[in-house]
């Protein structure tokens, strides 16, 4: 069923938030990950779709929606997932960011949740929000859920989280759609930087870490799939390579927040990591 809540609407002419979804042949997941939009609680909001070249029927799920909030552009070549999300920040008018893949769902209450720990945040020392999430299998069923360790709501020191994440090898904060920042602020810092493609968002969200705190949502506010598709298992035997590399770069300019003992944890927690999702992924993604 089509959400319409187009009489409801009430938009602001910068839009509150920019909702950018990037999307490669999506046509299975992009109708649910647009239907988890709409349904949002705060409607002050623009949602971009970014077609890669798709060539299944992404375009006519995206042109079914007549919500006015709601724009489709279509690359004329294929820029691949970095240049894409790029072409994400480039559409992008709203005063806050969110990135969504095209398989990941947004609970209803996540843009009003995330949008009023920035709107609060009136000095800017919060770089970014993120929350708890859910991982979901191909079907949306709940397989787990994943969030910050001991984790309460509020903020947390950029450079503890930095640390945190080197130390045991992996994102703690979560995929794009959990992750909601100030667009000034990607404006400052720049394009999305695949040079270790498995850790491109947590690339991002240390970047961003360098001109603030993070804010931690403790309920689950969006959803992440996961599928025999879905880009982070294709790509996911070379996670604790990708890991180690980007750890590495960090440790070079962020010494001052990573000690050479959290880097040599990280050698072990991001290799037993890699296996552990691998071993997640053979096991939960045989279900239905």
């Avoid at 490669?24 to 890669?52: K, P």
């Avoid at 309460?152 to 020191?157: F, L, Q, T, Y």
């Amino acid at each position: 069923m089509r959400t319409n809540r187009a009489d409801e609407i009430k938009t602001s002419a910068v839009p509150k938030i920019s909702v950018c979804i990037p999307t490669y042949c999506g046509g299975l997941t992009i109708g649910a990950a647009i239907e988890s939009v709409l349904a949002q609680s705060l409607t002050d909001f623009e949602l971009i779709v970014i077609d890669d070249g798709s060539t299944d029927n992404t375009r006519a799920i995206v042109e079914s929606y007549s919500d006015p909030r709601l724009q489709y552009f279509h690359n004329a070549k294929n820029l691949g997932p970095q240049g894409n999300w790029n072409r994400c920040l480039e559409l992008a008018n709203g005063e806050y960011f969110k990135l969504l893949p095209h398989d990941d769902l947004l609970h209803p209450q996540c843009l009003a949740r995330q949008a009023a720990a920035l709107d609060a945040d009136h000095q800017q020392n919060i770089a970014l929000v993120f929350s708890a999430r859910d991982v979901i299998g191909p079907s949306g069923k709940r397989l787990t859920r994943r969030g910050y360790p001991n984790g309460h709501e509020g903020p947390i020191n950029g450079s503890s989280v930095m640390r945190t994440c080197v130390r045991r090898g992996t994102n703690l904060l979560g995929e794009p759609g959990a992750v909601l920042l100030r667009k000034t602020l990607a404006d400052k810092v720049g394009p999305f930087d695949a040079t270790n493609p498995y850790v491109i968002d947590l690339d991002y969200w240390f970047r961003l870490l360098t001109h603030g705190d993070a804010y931690f949502c403790v309920d689950s506010l969006a959803s992440f799939r996961v599928s025999p598709q879905s880009w982070s298992v294709t790509i996911g035997g070379g996670q604790d390579r990708d890991f180690i590399h980007f750890a590495k770069r960090m440790y070079a300019s962020h010494s001052a927040s990573i000690t050479a003992t959290d880097m040599s944890m990280m050698q072990v927690t991001s290799r037993m990591n890699k296996w552990l999702r691998l071993a997640f992924y053979s096991i939960f993604l045989k279900q239905k």
